[in-house]
């Protein structure tokens, strides 16, 4: 019968080491160094400015042949050291700025229970600084995640490489290949007008009073009927009440009823007609007065030749007694 053994697998998830207020005299690179059963390891280099966001995750795994269950687990894990140091690069050999050192039970298992209720997330433990560190003691943060599994005796530990917790940035935003008409921006097919900055203020005025406002000025057309939008006038109502088939008596014979319709319907087409004629001269009016000869009479002036033949023009001849 093989004999079997227990595995004990431990994951510590570095956040961060914070000392507020504190800067550091040197400035070479800092990082931590871990001893955890029977194993070394160093977190990446970082910069020498606090916080310092180590966001690695080590992995820690042993195996214990003379362990039978859970409990013995708990008794050999007081005899386990774990320490962890703060050290900086300085020439020649670096330089430890503050260390924790605990037994790996307390470590792993802060409470008095074997398996606490959080399960070592989110915890705080403040190191002890080195006599020449400049300031408070620093705080590390961390979290712990600790697997007790059933093995052979005959196996053999695996070693876990350092594993980058930080978060990639991912940009969400997607470029559309549609072109953008709305939301403050302008398109970029259409030509940008050129600015009137030298424009004077008086000519900039008549400008603006010249200008049409066909929303104001006409009424809205609905474009499936000839009839103003927002309601009929007076006149309308009664014309739409006089040829309404439902109010005819039931006594009119086709000749009559044919004519009322033919009257109506000369009406409604002489009204959008007329309609149609004022569409006409109001877009032959705006086309004159937005002429680049009309805008440009507008902004500098007549000429002197065109006062002469306008007051040529308004002069009374006297005519024979």
């Known amino acids: ?30 990082y931590l160094s871990v001893c955890f059963m029977g194993q070394h390891r160093q977190s990446e280099c970082l910069p020498a400015v606090f916080p310092l966001l180590v966001y690695e995750k080590m992995t820690f795994e042993k195996i214990f042949r003379y362990a039978v269950d859970p ?70 943060e961390f979290s712990t995640k600790t697997t007790i599994t059933e093995c052979s005796a005959d ?56 200008s049409l406002d066909s929303a104001v000025s006409s009424p809205t057309w609905s474009p499936h009927t000839s009839e103003p939008v927002g309601g009929l006038s007076e006149d309308d109502s009664s014309i739409s009440k006089a040829h309404n088939p439902s109010d005819y008596p039931q006594g009119l014979d086709s000749s009559e009823l044919r004519q009322s319709y033919q009257e109506h319907a000369k009406l409604t087409r002489s009204r959008s007609l007329s309609h149609t004629a004022w569409e006409e001269v109001h877009e032959r009016v705006r086309g004159l007065l937005t002429t680049p000869k009309a805008v440009r009479r507008l902004i500098h002036g007549a000429t002197n030749s065109e006062v002469k033949a306008v007051l040529a023009r308004r002069s009374i001849y006297p005519g024979p007694l």
């Open 71 to 140: 409990g013995d687990i708990s008794v050999m894990l007081e005899y386990e050291t774990l320490r962890t140091e703060l050290v900086q690069m300085s020439p020649p050999a670096g330089e430890i700025l503050a260390c924790f050192e605990e037994d790996a039970r307390s470590f792993l298992f802060s409470e008095p229970k074997i398996v606490p209720p959080l399960s070592g997330v989110d915890r705080e433990v403040l190191m002890m600084k080195a006599s020449h560190f400049p300031g408070i003691c620093p705080r590390l």
């Open 1 to 30: 019968m093989t004999p079997k053994a227990l595995k004990v697998v431990v994951e510590i998830k570095f956040r961060a080491v914070s000392c507020p207020g504190v800067r550091l005299p040197a400035k070479h690179d800092v």
């Open 155 to 210: 196996a053999h530990i695996n070693i876990y490489p350092n594993t980058p917790m930080r978060p990639g940035i991912r940009r969400n935003r997607r470029r559309s290949s549609r072109p953008q008409t709305h939301g403050g921006r302008m398109n970029r097919g259409k030509p940008r007008s050129k600015s009137l900055s030298p424009l004077r203020h008086a000519n900039i005025q008549n400008l603006a009073r010249l």
